[in-house]
Nanobody, 121 residues
């Protein structure tokens, strides 16, 4: 059973950097050919893909967040992280990590429970 669990601060001040970690169990972040994603849901809106990192360590970002997002991984801990810089209240959302289905990128088979992040002074 693949499990993902997000962790990080629930409250971040404007202009600071949001940092979240997704711990993975039951699979490896290096398993071919999966993609490991960060996705968020803004209040009252649909899901927004932030970016992902694949089994090979290649990273991809949403064009709208590319300038502020950074995704990396620690294979020794079997986890991957998201950093989002210069946050504003518009970044307040529930943040999820997820793994795609075999051979179907952007179709997610496993999700974390999500973590609420509020940007406020």
């Amino acid at each position: 059973q693949v499990q993902l669990r997000e962790s990080g601060p629930g409250l971040v001040k404007p202009s600071q950097t949001l940092s979240l970690t997704c711990a993975v169990s039951g699979d490896s972040v290096t398993t071919k050919y999966y993609y490991w994603s960060w996705i968020r849901q803004l209040p009252g809106k649909g899901l927004e893909w932030i970016g992902d990192i694949n089994y090979n360590g290649d990273v991809y970002y949403s064009p709208s967040l590319r300038s502020r997002a950074s995704i990396s991984r620690d294979t020794s801990k079997n986890q991957f992280t998201l950093q989002l810089s210069s946050v504003t209240p518009d970044d307040t959302a529930v943040y999820y990590c997820a793994r795609d289905r075999t051979g179907v990128r952007f179709s997610y088979e496993y999700w974390g429970r999500g973590t609420q992040v509020t940007v406020s002074s």
